[in-house]
């Protein structure tokens, strides 16, 4: 498949890019898709909720009333689970929500969602370029040109530019990245994907040798 090449102005380079079939082209795997998105949510979820238990609830012990004879139900002390301020039963508790996804799933998955973005022509590819200064009216200058101002995009790097990173930080709907980042949960999430042209052979090259 290819690719016509433009300015990040937004002008024709007359330059073509060859998207390889292995990475752009490949039958998609929906649930290796869904594996590596539900994974990388897992890994973003602090998982830091905790509630105080019954024993962890500062309080005194002694029992509130006698047993019989109240003509109510019987109770224990104050950090009974059914009294305001008690003890919450069966609460949540820190833990990891990470779990273990197999190297080829997630390289399966990055194909696939490349390959769909690739076949709903929502790829572009750009000229190497950089920005002396991080300017966001600059980068947004640059996704008008492309008619992209109003759709979420991410825009993969070769190597991390600290400029450009910058430049596209404050702004909702977009998000850069480098090409040995990309992940198949920022891949789906955008409307479109852009390429600076040297990292469509990076990405490739990563795909193809994990």
Do not use: C
Not at 119 to 139: C, M, S, W
Not at 180 to 207: G, H
Request: hydrophobic share 35%; proline share 3%; aromatic share 6%.
């Amino acid at each position: 498949m290819e690719v016509a090449i433009v300015k990040y102005s937004g002008e024709k380079s007359g330059k073509k890019a060859k998207l390889s079939d292995e990475v752009f082209g490949i039958e998609p795997n929906d649930h290796a898709i869904y594996l590596d998105v539900k994974s990388y949510l897992a890994n973003q979820r602090q998982g830091t909720h905790k509630s105080k238990q019954r024993n962890e609830i500062s309080g005194s012990s002694r029992k509130i009333k006698k047993q019989k004879g109240t003509g109510g139900a019987r109770a224990g002390n104050i950090k009974n689970p059914l009294f305001k301020g008690g003890g919450r039963v069966f609460g949540p508790e820190p833990r990891n929500y990470s779990f273990k996804l197999n190297k080829k799933v997630k390289t399966l998955a990055r194909k696939s969602a490349l390959t769909y973005k690739a076949k709903d022509n929502a790829i572009a590819v750009l000229e190497d370029f950089n920005f002396e200064t991080p300017k966001t009216k600059q980068y947004i200058k640059m996704l008008s040109a492309l008619s992209l101002a109003d759709k979420k995009t991410l825009l993969v790097l070769p190597e991390k530019n600290k400029n450009v990173v910058l430049s596209g930080r404050n702004l909702k709907n977009a998000k850069v990245t480098t090409a040995d980042q990309i992940s198949t949960y920022d891949v789906m999430n955008a409307d479109n994907v852009i390429f600076i042209e040297s990292s469509v052979s990076k990405v490739e090259t990563l795909l193809n040798k994990e």
